[in-house]
């Protein structure tokens, strides 16, 4: 990570007060203020969409006195005799022992989706909530009782307990009504889309995307990650992303630009074989000119998310003003269920869905893992053809009215995919007509983009 990145306030997510009062301590970030008394006391707000108190905890009386040891713009910490609480910018409190220790936390709302796996639980309602991640995992012990329930956690020294209050930032207003294109077929033939897929998009996105085959082969020493099989051509492996097309990658760049659309290309740091990732993220941003990056995939399925985490922050920076759509359909554990909403909360968008649903109805599905309202603000797209059906495996068609109804009630975006849905002409025009014009509804009723939109 280069100088001053860890420390780095991205996306305005940063320390905004720290008071420190008689041993009481009580620092405020953009989505929560969390305050700890002399006695131990530790009391967690949650302040975006709506002030609450959403966690108390009792911490054991002989990790008294604290101080308050480091403050950053990023992070502030405070020692006790035991334990070190890290507290950041993104309203996640790290717990970091060093003495075997058990701590029970209290809840102040009624979570309406409450999922867990491997002792790492999400807990939210529509209006926020919070998450429960330990490294390395840890079982505990969870009440559910509807209006105060507890949560109990035995960590052992050198764990540690990341605990994420959502959401951390407020919504990304500008990007609320900007749809995404996403093109680029499986072929070399389609690897770049012809001028009237570009035209076409321009009519309803403001983004427009280009999948892995822009790039050439991935040279023949490129392994696989553990347990995949893929063979060549497979351009998402390559070490050095060039244009597999140089002429024709400028005819499509220059396009989507001449037509006022941003223009991203894929990029995946999970399958990437660079020795340097965050060079190569630099050199095509800088060399091909592009409006940011689409990560199919940042970590793979990983406890220990911290790297992942610091790779997004990274990412975070290099990118700038940028636009970050990332695709984390079952990062880092396995499945939709449960994810890392402060990671997510550095990316502009987030492409959820392709892995199937886990289980859960539709409705709750787009509410709670694909919608970021409320629990990171990136704003949630929908992979469709991965999870619409009851059955496993892709299923590629335009979405239907109801698809179109249950994502925009649950907050959730859905792309266009041009090349794919021209197939089927009458349906692209459709889907056309009730979600474009959905959306333009919204967007009238809500005023300025300045205002809180329904549909994030």
Not at 183 to 201: F, L, M, Q
Not at 275 to 302: H, K, N, S, T
Not at 334 to 353: D, E, I, M, W
Request: charged fraction near 25%; proline fraction near 7%.
């Amino acid at each position: 990570m280069k100088r001053g990145t860890e420390d780095e306030v991205l996306m305005g997510m940063g320390i905004e007060e720290v008071h420190v009062q008689e041993e009481c301590f009580d620092i405020l970030t953009p989505g929560s203020r969390v305050s700890l008394k002399a006695d131990g006391t530790l009391t967690i707000r949650q302040l975006i969409g709506k002030n609450r108190k959403l966690l108390s905890c009792n911490l054991p009386t002989h990790l008294s006195p604290w101080n308050l040891t480091t403050r950053t713009p990023f992070r502030c910490v405070l020692e006790g005799n035991g334990l070190r609480l890290t507290v950041q910018g993104d309203s996640v409190l790290i717990f970091s022992p060093q003495q075997h220790l058990r701590l029970t936390f209290r809840g102040h709302f009624s979570p309406s989706y409450a999922q867990e796996v491997r002792g790492n639980r999400l807990l939210l309602d529509p209006l926020g909530g919070c998450g429960f991640f330990a490294i390395p995992p840890r079982s505990n012990e969870f009440d559910p009782d509807r209006e105060r329930w507890n949560l109990s956690v035995h960590l052992a020294r050198w764990d540690e307990l990341w605990i994420s209050i959502c959401p951390p930032r407020p919504p990304d207003r500008e990007n609320v009504y900007s749809s995404i294109a996403h093109e680029g077929g499986s072929t070399p033939e389609d690897a770049y889309p012809s001028n009237e897929v570009i035209r076409s998009a321009s009519e309803y996105c403001q983004v427009f995307t280009i999948h892995e085959r822009w790039a050439a082969d991935a040279p023949l020493w490129a392994e696989n990650p553990p347990g995949a099989d893929y063979t060549h051509p497979k351009p998402w492996e390559t070490d050095h992303p060039v244009p597999d097309d140089p002429v024709e990658f400028a005819r499509v760049r220059d396009l989507v630009h001449r037509l006022d659309m941003k223009f991203l290309v894929y990029f995946s740091p999970y399958y990437s074989n660079a020795p340097d990732l965050f060079r190569e993220m630099e050199r095509i941003l800088d060399e091909y000119e592009v409006d940011g990056l689409y990560f199919d995939g940042w970590l793979g399925v990983r406890d220990d998310f911290r790297v992942g985490y610091h790779l997004m922050r990274r990412a975070r920076s290099i990118l700038g003003d940028r636009i970050l759509y990332l695709h984390s359909s079952s990062e880092p554990f396995g499945t939709c269920k449960v994810y890392l909403p402060f990671v997510y909360a550095y990316s502009n968008y987030v492409l959820s869905g392709e892995a199937g649903r886990a289980g859960l109805q539709v409705e709750e599905f787009l509410r709670y893992t694909v919608s970021g309202h409320q629990i990171s603000n990136a704003v949630g797209l929908w992979c469709h053809y991965g999870s619409w059906s009851d059955e496993p495996g892709y299923h590629s068609i335009v979405p239907t009215t109801r698809h179109i109804e249950s994502a925009l009630q649950n907050h959730v975006r859905l792309w266009r995919q041009t090349q794919s849905w021209s197939r089927y002409p009458d349906e692209l025009a459709r889907f056309d007509r009730e979600y474009y014009g959905r959306l333009e509804q919204e967007k009238l009723r809500t005023g300025s983009v300045g205002e809180q939109a329904p549909g994030i």
